[in-house]
């Protein structure tokens, strides 16, 4: 297939209003008569608000009202009400419902105020008075008492197949270990806010951040009883959300209370120290137990998961699914647990259960190869596997083989000594380490709508998002490409909900779900404006078939004979002046299903540690990529880019530290909650390389917002082993844990 | 943040009187720790007094051969300036450790001395922390203490001064040039900060009706064998589990005198100075540098996350009293 567009290093549509501060994000939405709201949260992590005060806050002049359990208006009765699209089983939190304290940090009051300092001042004057019962945040002390939820947001174990007790016992290598990491917090550049507009007749205006407007016009409509046509829900930029933007938070409802009490328009923004009171990366234990023959095949395996959930609902994620999809394996045991806290419930974080549960896997693969005094990617090799065993189904495509050779090559990896220990520079011992990973390949339903007007230019629409990734760039890609016009001629548009109904950005599936629908809603288009083209007087297309014309350049011209030609503006003048307009609603195709539909990744790590103090620098990572057709490379490799420096930070440095005593998050800021810095990030190396898929949908590519995450903590710890000897299966690896 | 007044202060008698004119009030200079408290209601002054017109912003030559730091120089002007750089490198070496260029650019010498702890029970309000409200208990004893101190501590506090900068400026000996209603005073910089003991609130034996003016450096620079180790969690933006600021005067093979302060592990830049003088006299050899290891972590205590702080402070000592050894002398 020639391509105009498709396949090249584009840079973002949006950079420019991005860097000059014209794209608009929740918070930044003005309008006249805005009130401000700054909400109080729980100093306790259980209990119960026995008083609470706002009289000293209401004095205060310019403070409109503070909200509470006590004056909150009347609720939606039933629980379903609350659930939004991205809701595990349970009871969903509903924000000011009584005077039970679930959580610490809770949000318990809403200060509403003509400015926010005066909001922010005004909450630091309300006074509550608690009762507290004894709250349990203790992870480790809970584990005996992990259960199996009814019923599994995602990441249902399969049934166990082969036999893997016997054949874990009769394996003559055997290796074990209990893999950690702790909860870990989203952090996105952009906090929280959700600016409501409201309108004389009651109807809103949400500027919330959020993955996906969707959802959160059926959650506002269902939280406060209203109809679709009351609420329209905008949100053109999201500053990073990494899945906490998949559920509305609790400052949109907030908000949307106070303007329907007030009958004014009111926002509500988090603070940074409030982005660590809802959901996160579950705190998790992985027990595995692996089993081989002397050569090297992998006879037997068993994963016990156990990971962290709040009191209300059973968030789970896809931590066992990966040992099925990556290594062929005979007698396979899974199992995954939760330990109920008294915390908020956990929430989808870049790559959920794929960051934590290959991270576990790979590094205690890690641990059998060398038990076995094998390189670790001849194991691999020699354990690939050609199917899903979870569901038994053969992979659309998958040229893992391929990133290993490009990764290992790029990397240099055939000079290396199995020995750990083996190359020191100085006080610094040098280590390589490597990791496999695969993320999901998945295409949703979803719906756009294309327009051309009369001067030839293209709008197309759908209500998704652009979380950073990229997508009204692609989009617009795509949608130059299928009519073969210039990308100046096409404007996308998202993050409103009265667009087509698009899904929730997530999930590694934007791309190909509203990308396919994209490139529908332009097919349809081409039909229409090769009809009109056929009008034009003398039209040399007359006879022509879709088949037997290419759109390029803003021509319709034959292929067999490029000079027979009509333009698109010369069709569109066949149309009275008035657009063409095409909507559709594209949804996987059938045979879909009976595949497995993965991307996959081999990431390569060379790490310095200091021999006496343990600090670790991470000079240098290669991340070969198998992910489908690149639709654009510029910011497909930003995407790898970004996965690979959040990889740096799980592997050292994220760690939301629970204070037991008082149940609660203590590094609740930017200064203690660390994520990589510069300083941190060395030489990253990213290769794509070429994979062809007709199966995953039509546009032939794979999503790539998580597989840059997933290897990359496990490459760093193996190569750690490598360097010092030492085997740390408690993430993040910090220097303390090397001395 | 709570309602306060402002006023800008003229000349340094002006400042002193009207920081003593309310009870509450507080000078402000960068304002990068300050502000950020005030936001959190950490910090609630009444009244505010902004010192940055004040004709402390130069670096001086002082009669003993040494350099005087206007207290208002910012951190990022005393860091690259010339002199400083030549003669006091170690201390250039210290403040480019820590913060960002940003905040270096903001943050004054003088407001570096009084920035308060980064513990993460005193930053926020709901929890128990005897330095923020004195009485209410200590969280980080039995919570979570990673970052915290491991020397000097007392039962009511285990937090640490977060200063690159003091710790060059301890182990270089300058003193703290003050001023209150009683006139000019020094302060060796090393009794500047306090132990906690059961008054943890207070951070410093500066007056409340004090400022500080300036802080003065003596000639003595060790410029040619010195090292600012700082060993933290990630490579830049985070505060030290333990840094280590160390200078050597070596005539041969042998120690003359060696400087050794930590941070990060206690309430104040730590030195002991009876533990340098082990040196004196003394082969510059790993053996030496590790009996100053020892004798730095006599008593120290450990509180659970920290503990390996004890072993780290150590190894971090010999390291860097290496590294100064090892240094090329200037030419």
């Known amino acids: 297939m020639k391509t105009n567009e498709i396949g090249k290093p584009t840079n973002r549509v949006d950079g420019r209003l991005k860097v000059t501060g014209e794209a608009k994000y929740a918070g930044e939405f003005n309008v006249p008569n805005l009130a401000y709201g700054f909400v109080v949260n729980s100093a306790i992590a259980k209990g119960k608000i026995k008083k609470i005060d706002t009289s000293k806050a209401l004095e205060v002049e310019g403070v409109l009202e503070v909200f509470t359990h006590e004056n909150r208006p009347g609720y939606v009765w039933f629980d379903k009400n609350y659930k939004d699209m991205d809701a595990p089983p349970g009871s969903p939190f509903r924000p000011l419902y009584d005077n039970e304290i679930k959580f610490s940090m809770q949000p318990i009051a809403l200060a509403v105020a003509e400015t926010f300092e005066l909001a922010r001042y005004a909450a630091s004057l309300v006074r509550i008075e608690y009762e507290t019962s004894p709250h349990d945040t203790d992870f480790e002390t809970n584990i005996e008492s992990a259960y199996v939820p009814e019923e599994y947001k995602s990441g249902e174990p399969s049934e166990p197949w082969g036999q893997p007790d016997q054949a874990l016992a009769s394996a003559p290598v055997q290796i074990e270990g209990d893999y950690t990491h702790s909860s870990q917090h989203h952090n996105p550049m952009e906090m929280h806010a959700s600016t409501v507009v409201w309108k004389d007749d009651g109807k809103l205006t949400v500027y919330d951040k959020i993955q996906g407007v969707m959802n959160t016009q059926q959650y506002v409509t269902h939280a406060f009883g209203m109809q679709p046509e009351e609420v329209q829900v905008i949100s053109p930029f999201v500053g990073g959300a990494f899945g906490s933007g998949l559920r509305p938070q609790y400052q949109l409802f907030l908000a949307v209370l106070a303007a329907r009490e007030l009958k004014r328009s009111v926002r509500v923004t988090l603070t940074r120290q409030q982005m660590f009171s809802f959901g996160h990366r579950p705190k998790t234990m992985q027990r595995f137990a692996l089993g081989a023959s002397k050569e090297g095949k992998l006879e037997a395996l068993k994963q016990d998961v156990f990971a962290e959930t709040s009191r209300f609902e059973n968030y789970s994620e896809d931590v066992v699914i990966w040992a099925g999809v990556l290594y062929k394996c005979g007698n396979v045991k899974l199992s995954h647990k939760l330990v109920e806290l008294d915390v908020y419930t956990p929430l989808d974080m870049r790559a959920p259960g794929g960051t934590t549960g290959i991270f576990a896997l790979e590094c205690a693969m890690d641990e059998l190869a060398y038990k076995l005094g094998m390189d670790p990617v001849e194991f691999r090799l020699k354990n690939y596997s050609e199917k899903d065993q979870n569901e038994d189904k053969p992979f659309s495509s998958k040229e893992l083989r391929e990133c290993y050779r490009q990764g290992a090559e790029k990397f240099g990896w055939e000079k290396r000594n199995l020995e750990p220990r083996s190359m020191k520079e100085g006080h610094n011992l040098i280590g390589w380490g490597m990791a496999h990973g695969a993320w999901e390949a998945n295409q949703a339903q979803a719906s756009a709508k294309a327009v051309v007007t009369s001067d030839g230019k293209l709008t197309v629409s759908s209500a998704t998002a652009d979380i950073g990734t990229g997508t009204y760039t692609v989009m617009t890609q795509i949608a130059a490409e299928t009519l073969g016009i210039p990308l100046d001629d096409v404007t996308f548009k998202l993050g409103d909900s009265s667009l087509p109904d698009a899904p929730l950005e997530g999930g590694s599936k934007t791309v190909s779900t509203v990308g396919t629908a994209v490139k529908s809603a332009c097919d349809k288009v081409r039909e229409r404006l090769l009809k009109l083209a056929q009008q034009v007087k003398d039209s040399p297309l007359v006879e022509a078939s879709l088949e037997q014309v290419i759109f390029e350049g803003g021509q319709i011209s034959l292929k067999s004979e490029s000079s027979k030609a009509v333009s698109i503006m010369a069709a569109m003048s066949q149309n009275q002046g008035k657009a063409i307009e095409e909507e559709v609603s594209s949804k996987p195709a059938d045979n879909q299903s009976d595949y497995a539909r993965y991307a996959h990744v081999a990431t390569f790590v060379e790490v310095k540690v200091d021999e006496d103090l343990g600090t670790i620098k991470v000079t240098r990572v290669v991340s070969a990529v198998a992910g489908g057709r690149i639709i654009n490379p510029k910011t497909a490799r930003s995407q790898i880019l970004g996965g690979v420096v959040w990889g740096i930070g799980v592997a050292m440095e994220e760690d939301t530290v629970m204070d037991n005593n008082l149940g609660r998050f203590m590094n609740h800021d930017l200064d203690k909650y660390h994520i990589p810095v510069n300083a941190d990030v060395h030489d990253v190396e990213v290769i794509f390389v070429e994979e062809k898929d007709e199966i995953v949908n039509p546009l032939g590519a794979k999503g790539l917002g998580e597989i840059g995450i997933v290897s990359v903590a496990p490459a760093i710890a193996n190569a750690v082993f490598h360097a010092t000897g030492k085997r740390v299966r408690e993430l993040p690896i910090t220097l303390d844990k090397l001395l | ?331």
């Open chain 2, 1 to 331: 943040m709570k309602n306060f007044t402002y006023t800008r202060a003229n000349d340094v008698a002006n400042a002193v009187d009207e920081v003593t004119s309310e009870k509450g009030s507080k000078f402000i200079a960068g304002g990068t720790n300050l502000l950020d408290l005030m936001k959190i209601q950490v910090e609630r002054p009444s009244h505010l007094v902004d010192i940055t017109r004040l004709a402390l912003d130069t670096i001086e030559e002082t009669a003993e051969g040494g350099l005087r730091l206007g207290a208002l120089v910012t951190n990022a002007d005393t860091a690259y300036h010339e002199e400083v750089g030549k003669r006091y490198p170690l201390l250039s070496h210290a403040i480019l450790a820590g913060a960002t260029a940003q905040l270096r650019n903001m943050a004054t010498d003088g407001g570096n001395l009084l920035q308060r702890t980064r513990c993460y029970y005193f930053y926020d309000t709901d929890t128990p922390c005897n330095k923020r409200e004195p009485g209410t208990g200590c969280s980080a004893i039995k919570g979570y203490n990673r970052d915290l101190a491991i020397l000097g501590t007392s039962e009511h506090c285990i937090a640490t001064h977060p200063s690159d900068m003091a710790v060059a400026l301890a182990a270089l000996e300058a003193t703290v040039r003050v001023t209150g209603k009683n006139g000019e005073r020094i302060i060796p910089l090393f009794e500047f900060h306090r132990l906690p003991g059961d008054t943890p609130n207070i951070d410093t034996n500066l007056k409340p009706d004090e400022i500080i003016t300036a802080i003065d450096l003596p000639a003595k620079g060790f410029a040619d064998r010195y090292t600012y180790l700082k060993l933290r969690d990630r490579a830049s933006y985070a505060f030290a589990l333990v840094s280590v600021a160390a200078a050597l005067d070596i005539d041969g093979d042998t120690v003359k005198e060696a400087r050794v302060a930590l941070g990060g592990v206690a309430h104040k830049p730590w030195r002991i100075p009876e533990a340098e003088a082990l040196l004196k006299g003394k082969p510059a050899t790993r053996e030496n540098f590790q009996k100053v290891a020892e004798a730095y972590v006599q008593g120290a205590k450990g509180y659970g996350h920290n503990d390996f702080k004890i072993e780290l402070a150590k190894r971090a000592i010999v390291r860097a009293l290496l590294q100064a050894k090892e240094m090329e002398a200037r030419s």
